[in-house]
């Protein structure tokens, strides 16, 4: 047994640093850096970047555009671009959409939708969870009426991340209300201008507006929009949830959130010496420490399974447990590290506006505020509770 | 022993509440916020009308006497309509330490309007530096002529937009600490007004200002008493306070859970629920108990009672973030958004561990202690 990365994969660590030290614009670096909302624009330009570089889709296959990177590779890449303060790219067209427009779309869905996607133009969001539908996902009441070449539909998405700016959605709907549950349940690319769809905010507590309603009103969509076939969606689905995992323990971004933490706990002081010599302070944080070790090893055991061929299955729902608990216990010591400096809600500054903040007060802006986002990493994706049901099920066989 | 409440108690207790439901309910609450300027409230002047400004100040500073568990039963009806009053920063802190250390003069000038309703005012002690601890500032005040000059800042003073005069820690030449009664519309401070996370009021505030010598409130020994026997009276209401905003996150997150359907039953069914469930209750109940301690111990010698109170204040700072985040998390997506009432109230229980020292600071109390505490 060998932890360690290979000679190859260290010179690959390499030209990943060079290139984020290159190419990352520095306002978008300042931006992430200091827990700021990117715009649209911000993304986008990032992720033009990547495209350039040939590196916006690493888990796609070589033939459509992908990378060629082993996992480890993947995850040095997620890693680099964490510590960096590159934007995480947005996910529902590279990583959601496509793999599985790779895997069950036809050759002319393939040709029309993938370079579109490693081109950034266009912008995908995810029409899955429904105000009724959640956990159980399929209970989804959105329903897609056949008519000749068209689906009409209707119905409400809820929760969709980023759909404000998105012109493209994917949606879970139901064409057989009478078949069982998941056998009605068909997969449709829509067109966010058709008529018939408004989009509505949902603000979260942290101030931020990053989620929203979709309305869906006699949309007509082409049955040519349909991925696979008629009530085949379920299994698209189940196979969006289990591809790709390997970044879902967010360890470049717990690690990130760690020396972030460190860094803040020694710019407070406490009795008059940084807070982070403060005995039970710096306990807490070895504890996050040890927690973040262990997490890199399972997650690096995960990773080279699937180097050597094993699906991650109910072990990627270990690593979302252990990864979410521990970006959120990351976001709450950081938070309690600034002490009352933590209250200001400086919503201008949080949404990505210039500001007149004092350099103390851009550091500390975004703490609490991240902190309440963070919640969120427990109940999306599959709530924590659903992934103990999963690993009870199928790991422990109870 | 006796848990019960006398019956002026239960009466005070049924007024508070009763207030609270009618004039304080979510959509009231937002436009309170939304309105919120200078000028009281008329729910502020309902408290005035009630009695229950004067409640917590001794008889002859002109309040009426009441003690902790008065404070504690006032501080929970708040919690429970989490409002958006500065009862504590605003009215309980600042009065307090003029009912201890002002002259007559000042105390009609500003103690007496303060008790009425008729303004508010602000402790301002926080300085990032000395982080918790309110006893070192870097803030000095030096002599003047006749009078004080006082130079520095202070950062997060809560209800200083509202505040019509600042009670000021500054450090004096002497090695002592003087705490000076500041008037809030100066043209020598520099402020930058702003809200917090869960909706107060604050400001960062420069100073840089002349004071007659009158403004010295009071300095060394006679200050850290009073001092400690205010924020001891601030931190158990606080506990109090967070007593009744989980007593409201728990009780919505339990009738989310019995309503909300997944998998074909209400989200109550799943065992996995239940117990989580039972353990925001049991939270609940043993920082109820804490307050009461608390509540109970602001009488007692000064050692004993900060011993109890900082024991009470971490355990409720750690009881509150745990009912504050599982109420968010088991309202799922819902628990995540503005317009969900909860949301309010876990932003306020996580954030109130954060006012008057966290429970880092106050189990350090604690530990420093362990040994003598019996
Ligand atoms: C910030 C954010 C962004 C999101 N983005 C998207 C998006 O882009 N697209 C999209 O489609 N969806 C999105 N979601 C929705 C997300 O997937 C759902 O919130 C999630 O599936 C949980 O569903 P729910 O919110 O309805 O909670 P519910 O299913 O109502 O669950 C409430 C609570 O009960 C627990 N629970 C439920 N069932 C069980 C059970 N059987 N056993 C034990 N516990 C249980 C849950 O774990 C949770 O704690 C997003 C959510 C958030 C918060």
Redesign the interface.
Known sequence: MNLQFTPEENTFREKVRAFLADKLPDDIQRKVRLGQQLSAEEHVRWQNCLSERGWLAPGWPVEHGGTGWSPVEKHIFEEECAAAHAPTVVPFGVNMVAPVIIRFGSDEQKHHYLPRILNNDDWWCQGY?EP?A???LA?LKTRAKRDGDHYIVNGQK??TTLGQHANMIFCLVRTDPEAKKQAGISFLLIDMDTPGISVRP??????AHE?NEVFLDDVRVPVANRIGEEGEGWTCAKFLLTHERTGIAGLGHAKQALRHLKDAARR?????RP?IE?P??RE?IARVELELMALEVTNLRVLAAARDGGAPGAESSLLKIRGSELRQRLS?LT??TL????????ADFLAGDEDSLDD?QTFTAAA??Q??NR??L???GG???IQ??IIAKTILGM | MDFSLSDEQRMLDETVTRLVADRCNPEQRRTLIQERSTALSSLWHTFAELGLLAMPFREEAGGLGGDGIDLMLIMQALGRGLVPEAYLDGLLIPGMLLAELADDSQCEQWLAPLLEGEHQLALAWHETASRYDIDTPATRAERSGEGWHLQGRKQVVLNAPRAIALLVTAGLNDGSLGLFLVPADGDSLQRRNYTTFDDQQASDIDFDTELPASALLANGDRLLVALGETLAHGRAALCAEAVGAMEVACEQTLEYLKERQQFGAPLSRQQALQHRMVDMHLHLEQARSMAILAATSLTLPEEQRDYRIAAAKAYVGEAAQFVAEQAIQLHGGMGMTEECHVAHYAKRLILLDQALGDRDYHLETVMAHLDSAA
């Not at chain 1, 407070?268 to 008059?272: E, L, M, P």
């Open positions: 969870s009724g959640g956990s159980d209970s809820t929760w949902i603000i979260t507590l942290d101030g989620v407070q002081t406490h009795r008059g807070l403060t039970s302070f807490q709450d938070r309690r002490g009352p400096q933590a209250l200001p809600f400086f103390d609490t505020a902190y309440f919640r969120k427990s109940i999306y709530a924590n509770e103990k049901n």
